[in-house]
């Protein structure tokens, strides 16, 4: 099947993932659905701004469909009017940053979700091995908790003690 990611989820230790950033980038994001198995959001980086479908993901929640498609940044601020009334947008800035021949996406969320820093890593292949920076974390690959389409309806500074 076509448009599946693998991903992997890390919670990251420190902040010295920053000396090696290659660059980052604001970004807002809501879930007009945020079904189990079916989201669709809506992300705005800068003056870009994307519409992302994805679907169930495996059993591990390395693998699942995902669909994407850039939209104008003004249509993408209309359609996140269509987010739940009780859903928390996500604003946080990504940092990218090299490590062999990939490169982590680190998130550093802001707002209800400040505290929380959490590195995916895509990957061709769910068992493809890859370096673990010291800065890297517990896995949290398939914990629903840390999912963004979840921290929009339970924060992260709801439970994170």
């Known amino acids: 099947m076509k448009n599946i990611e693998k991903e992997r989820k890390f919670l990251v230790k420190d902040s010295s993932y920053k000396a090696s950033?290659?660059?980052?980038?604001?970004?807002?994001?809501?879930?007009?659905?945020?079904?189990?198995?079916?989201?669709?959001?809506?992300?705005?980086?800068?003056?870009?701004?994307?519409?992302?479908?994805?679907?169930?993901?495996?059993?591990?929640g390395i693998s699942r469909f995902e669909w994407e498609k850039e939209i104008p940044a003004d249509e993408a601020s209309d359609l996140l009017g269509l987010c739940p009334p009780d859903a928390h947008i996500i604003d946080k800035t990504r940092?990218?940053?090299p490590a062999g021949n990939r490169i982590f996406e680190v998130d550093e969320f802001h707002?209800?979700?400040?505290?929380?820093?959490?590195?995916?890593?895509?990957?061709?292949?769910?068992?493809?091995?890859?370096?673990?920076?010291?800065?890297?974390?517990?896995?949290?690959?398939?914990?629903?908790?840390?999912?963004?389409?979840?921290?929009?309806?339970?924060?992260?500074?709801?439970?994170?003690?």
């Not at 669709?40 to 679907?55: C, L, N, P, Q």
């Not at 929380?116 to 949290?140: C, K, S, Y």
């Open 21 to 60: 950033e290659t660059g980052n980038v604001r970004m807002i994001q809501g879930y007009i659905c945020r079904e189990p198995g079916r989201t669709v959001r809506v992300r705005i980086a800068g003056d870009k701004a994307w519409i992302t479908i994805k679907g169930p993901g495996s059993d591990t």
């Open 95 to 97: 940092h990218f940053v």
């Open 111 to 161: 707002g209800e979700n400040q505290g929380l820093t959490v590195a995916e890593i895509e990957l061709d292949d769910e068992n493809e091995e890859f370096p673990r920076p010291d800065w890297l974390g517990t896995e949290v690959t398939g914990d629903r908790r840390y999912y963004n389409s979840m921290l929009t309806a339970n924060p992260y500074s709801v439970w994170k003690d």
